[in-house]
Structure formats: C-alpha cells, structure tokens
C-alpha cells in the first residue's frame, strides 16, 4: 500500500455550482461508528472548509442540504450537520495544501480497497462527483455506503448506489416512491413509526462496515427499508 495516507482521485467542476472541487480517498479511519473504512473527502479545492462555510461557498460541495449554515427562525446563524469541520476535514485540507496525497485514478485506488469498505463522502455529498467515479473506486470493495441530499436531481443509477437523505416523513415518501430507499435522521424526541428500521450502530453497536445495509438498493445485507438515527453531534437539539 502506498505509504500516503491517501491520495487525490478526481479534480473537476461541482455539479451545482461549477466551482473546483477535488476528491481525497484516506485509507484508513479511526471512527467507531463506521469502523476501519476508506473514507472520501469531497472539498473545494481553491477554499479551507472552514472558509468555506463561513462564506456559503460549501454549497459547492453540499448544495442545498439544509444542514448548511444558515439563518433560523431565531434569527440566529448555525449549523445543524454532524460533521465538525475543523477536525477531520481541515486535517485532510492541510495535508492536501502540504501535497501529502499522491495523484491516483480511482481505479488505481480501487487497488488499495480490494475487499474493504468505503465511505463515500466522509464530507461531502457524493452526488456532487460524476457516479462514474464512484463506480470505479469501489469496484473491488466488499462494501460501501453513501447519503445525498440531492436525490431529487440525479438519474435512477444512483438510487441503486447510495441513500436518499431525508429530512421529514414527506421526504421518505416521496423517496420510496421515486425508487429510492433513504436514510432519516430522527429529531430528538420523535417516534419513527413508519416500519424504518433503526441505524444498527445506535440499536446495537454495530459498525457500518460490519452492516454495509447503507449501500443502495444494491447494498450489501440489504433489506427493503429505510433506515433512521436519532440526531446526534453538537446540534442536535436544532435538527
């Protein structure tokens, strides 16, 4: 394996906005819940992501998930995304700016992911990168899982490869009925009654390598549900 802790797989125009982005795939990954996966970063390549979000430029990356920072009905400005981007991703943003991450295709990547898992957008939506490209980084995977917020606005092979994010009831209805199976984010204190079936690393402790049900309707282990996680992170009071 390349003594890299990863590589840039793709540089290209975000599908939103146009605006440069770039791809890093990092090997390995210390994260309890998801387990030892390969985890993709999906980044603006001329902006930190700190920047990023601080400017609304994130919409390069994450279009209009409603997880961004914005303002609420408060009148305040925040965020309710899981995801702390000071930690992880300004991490891989600085060893890309140091040229850590060696150039590879991704199927030259996919040489180092022979029967792992891979987790397609670690930051990031995934459907912001060609599909094209995630077909071939984990053509040799044992598994991989993967959210977009934009599955309204992509063609029908993507609901076979990753989840629709959905944000109410309405939005897994409406994305059941478009094909797609979804992944539902629970605010505090809601019932989910629906027949969605609980995230097994928050019923059981299970990590996502070892489930791989987050993969599509082509997903390993998969089972014709959908699945929710009550809130978590920082926010999750406001989700």
């Known amino acids: 394996m390349s003594k890299a802790t990863g590589a840039v797989i793709w540089r290209g125009p975000s599908?939103?906005?146009?605006?440069?982005?770039?791809?890093?795939?990092?090997?390995?990954?210390?994260?309890?819940?998801?387990?030892?996966?390969?985890?993709?970063?999906?980044?603006?390549?001329?902006l930190a992501p700190l920047d990023a979000i601080a400017s609304g430029d994130d919409a390069s990356i994450?279009?209009?998930?409603?997880?961004?920072?914005?303002?609420?009905?408060?009148?305040?400005?925040?965020?309710?995304?899981?995801?702390?981007?000071?930690?992880?991703?300004?991490?891989?943003?600085?060893?890309?700016?140091?040229?850590?991450?060696?150039?590879?295709?991704?199927?030259?990547?996919?040489?180092?992911?022979?029967?792992?898992?891979v987790r397609l957008g670690a930051y990031g939506d995934p459907g912001m990168v060609p599909v094209d490209v995630w077909e071939a980084l984990t053509a040799k995977?044992?598994?991989?899982?993967?959210?977009?917020?934009?599955?309204?606005?992509?063609?029908?092979?993507?609901?076979?490869?990753?989840?629709?994010?959905?944000?109410?009831?309405?939005?897994?209805?409406?994305?059941?009925?478009?094909?797609?199976?979804?992944?539902?984010?629970?605010?505090?204190?809601?019932?989910v009654a629906d027949g969605s079936v609980l995230c097994l690393s928050e019923a059981r402790g299970t990590s996502c390598l070892d489930c791989g049900a987050c993969g599509g309707t082509k997903g390993r282990d998969t089972v014709a549900v959908d699945i929710f996680i009550n809130a978590h992170g920082g926010a999750k009071a406001y989700v």
């Not at 409603?66 to 925040?78: E, L, T, W």
């Not at 606005?153 to 797609?180: C, H, K």
């Open 15 to 46: 599908r939103w906005d146009g605006a440069p982005l770039v791809v890093v795939v990092t090997w390995h990954s210390g994260n309890r819940k998801t387990g030892d996966m390969a985890q993709t970063w999906i980044l603006r390549e001329d």
């Open 62 to 117: 994450c279009g209009d998930c409603p997880h961004r920072r914005r303002q609420h009905a408060d009148g305040s400005m925040r965020r309710t995304c899981y995801v702390n981007v000071g930690q992880a991703p300004a991490a891989v943003w600085k060893t890309l700016r140091r040229g850590g991450y060696p150039d590879m295709t991704p199927a030259e990547a996919s040489e180092f992911l022979d029967g792992r898992g």
């Open 141 to 191: 995977a044992a598994m991989h899982t993967g959210y977009t917020h934009q599955w309204r606005d992509l063609d029908d092979v993507w609901a076979s490869f990753i989840m629709a994010s959905a944000d109410t009831v309405e939005d897994r209805r409406e994305a059941r009925q478009r094909g797609w199976r979804s992944f539902y984010v629970a605010p505090v204190g809601e019932a």
